[in-house]
């Protein structure tokens, strides 16, 4: 919600995301933390359906919170953290985007029904 913002009109509206590339960890990780010194399989999701493995990733704790990253080469600091796409990108996906606009016809559908009850003053 707080990426997106309605500018109202009154012809038409629109609705407006800016947002940054995200960590996995502010979607869906599990574990949330490490589990001791078991090797447990990271697994990670954007969309609810989408809950993959992320291969080798580990987490490391950063200010009280644990964030996902992948080792990128042999140095000891060729690490690389997981991120997920921004809020904008995945509100610019066709699947999303039909979700979305689905919702907003039958919210409207239903809004413009009890507006007009309401004006002829029929109470259900």
Avoid: C
């Avoid at 590339?21 to 949330?32: F, R």
Wanted: without cysteine; proline residues 5%; charged residues 25%.
């Amino acid at each position: 919600k707080r990426s997106i913002t309605v500018k109202k009109s009154t012809n038409y509206g629109q609705v407006i995301s800016r947002g940054k590339v995200k960590s996995i960890a502010d979607y869906y990780l599990t574990p949330k933390r490490p589990a001791g010194k078991s090797q447990t399989q990271l697994k990670g999701a954007v969309k609810r359906n989408g809950i993959k493995s992320l291969g080798k990733a580990f987490l490391i704790p950063i200010a009280g919170k644990y964030y996902p990253y992948i080792r990128v080469g042999k140095g000891r600091w060729n690490i690389k953290r997981l991120t997920s796409p921004a809020i904008p990108q995945v509100l610019g996906n066709q699947e999303i985007t039909e979700k979305l606009s689905a919702e907003m016809l039958k919210y409207y559908n239903e809004r413009l029904n009890h507006e007009i009850m309401r004006l002829l003053g029929v109470m259900n």
